[in-house]
C-alpha cells in the first residue's frame, strides 16, 4: 500500500514537472512579434495606395474601377496585382536585433519608401527598405525594424514599393483584333519592306504569293495585345536622347478601324551590350523593347512566303 502511495506521489510529481517545463518551453519558443503585422487580408478593399520615396510621391488610385497614376494616366494592371499579392502574403519573418535595429530603422526611413494603405480611410502606414545589396527587404513600424518576406518568393520584395511613376505606367500599346486591322505597313532602312492589308474580307501580304497564311496569322496575332518591356522619360538617358536624333532602322505602322488605335513606331538600333532596342511613336512615347521581340516585329518578308513541299521519296522504290 505504501508502495503505491509512494509511486502515485512520483507520478503526481512527474506530470507536474513535465506540464511546467511545457509552460517553460512554449513561452520561450513563442513568437513575441505578429507576423501578419503588414499583411493585408483584404487586398480588394484598397482604394489608394501611396508610396513616397526622398519627398516624390507616387499615388496608385482606384477610380471606378481603373487605377490611375498620379492621376494623369492608366497604372499597369499586372503590377496593381503584383503589388497587391505582396501585400496580401507579406509575412513578418523575424525582427532585427536590438544592436542593429535603430541602424536599420533610420537607413530604412531615410533611403527607402513610406507606404500609406487605405480603403476608405487610412489603414496601414509603414517605411520600406533593404539592405545595400538589395537582397534583403526590411519592414518598419513604429521605430522598429523586421525582416519580411513572401512564401515562396526569393527576389527583393522591396523593389515593387520604389517603381517610379513612369514604371507604373500600362505598358500595352497596342490592343486589337486581327479583324479590325486595315494595313500593316513595315518599313526597313537596309533589307524589303513588306504590307499586310486587309482587301475583299481577308488579309493577304501584298505581292507575296504563294502566301504561308500560318505565318502571316502568327505575325498577326501578336498585336492583340502588344507590351512594351518598360518606358523611358526625356532626360532621364542621355544616350536615348541622342539616339532619337539618329535615324530609325525600321518604322512600322498599323492601320485599325478605330482609329484612335492607330499607332507608327520607330525602332532604333541596339546600343552596344543592350538587350534592348528604343522605340519611339506617333505619341511622342519612348519605350524600350527586347531584342526578341522586335524581330518578331520585324521578320524578314521572306517568312511570308510559303515553302514548297518536297515529294517523299521511297528509298526503297515501288511498293507495288
Not at 507579406?90 to 536585433?97: A, C, G, N, W
Amino acid at each position: 500500500m505504501h508502495k503505491n502511495i509512494k509511486l502515485l506521489i512520483v507520478l503526481i510529481a512527474q506530470v507536474v514537472l513535465i506540464s511546467v517545463l511545457f509552460v517553460v518551453n512554449s513561452s520561450s519558443s513563442g513568437v513575441d512579434y505578429e507576423p501578419k503585422l503588414f499583411t493585408v487580408a483584404d487586398t480588394a478593399s484598397i482604394s489608394k495606395i501611396e508610396l513616397t520615396k526622398s519627398g516624390e510621391t507616387v499615388e496608385l488610385a482606384n477610380k471606378n474601377g481603373q487605377w490611375l497614376v498620379n492621376n494623369d494616366f492608366d497604372a499597369d494592371n499586372a503590377l496593381i496585382r503584383v503589388i497587391k499579392s505582396v501585400l496580401n502574403r507579406v509575412e513578418v519573418l523575424r525582427p532585427v536585433s536590438k544592436k542593429i535595429n535603430s541602424e536599420i530603422v533610420q537607413q530604412v526611413m531615410e533611403n527607402g519608401v513610406a507606404v500609406k494603405l487605405y480603403d476608405t480611410e487610412l489603414l496601414k502606414t509603414f517605411y520600406v527598405g533593404g539592405n545595400q545589396n538589395k537582397t534583403i527587404s526590411y519592414f518598419v513600424h513604429n521605430n522598429k525594424a523586421y525582416r519580411v518576406g513572401v512564401p515562396g518568393y526569393n527576389d527583393y520584395l522591396s523593389a515593387i514599393f520604389g517603381l517610379t511613376p513612369i514604371q507604373w505606367k500600362e505598358r500595352t500599346i497596342f490592343s486589337s483584333s486581327w479583324r479590325s486591322v486595315n494595313k500593316i505597313d513595315v518599313k526597313f532602312r537596309y533589307q524589303d519592306d513588306f504590307s499586310i492589308l486587309f482587301a475583299d474580307n481577308d488579309l493577304s501580304v501584298v505581292g507575296v504569293e504563294p502566301l504561308d497564311s500560318a505565318n502571316m496569322m502568327n505575325y498577326i496575332y501578336q498585336f492583340d495585345r502588344f507590351l512594351v518591356n518598360e518606358y523611358v522619360e526625356k532626360g532621364q538617358f542621355q544616350r536615348y536622347d541622342s539616339l532619337t536624333q539618329t535615324t530609325p532602322e525600321a518604322t512600322l505602322e498599323i492601320t485599325d478601324i478605330d482609329e484612335s488605335k492607330n499607332l507608327k513606331i520607330n525602332v532604333f538600333p541596339a546600343l552596344p551590350n543592350e538587350g534592348f532596342h528604343l522605340v519611339t511613336d506617333n505619341k511622342d512615347r519612348m519605350m524600350m523593347i527586347d531584342l526578341r521581340r522586335i524581330s518578331q516585329l520585324f521578320p524578314n518578308k521572306q517568312v511570308f512566303y510559303k515553302k514548297e513541299e518536297s515529294s517523299s521519296q521511297n528509298p526503297f522504290g515501288s511498293s507495288r
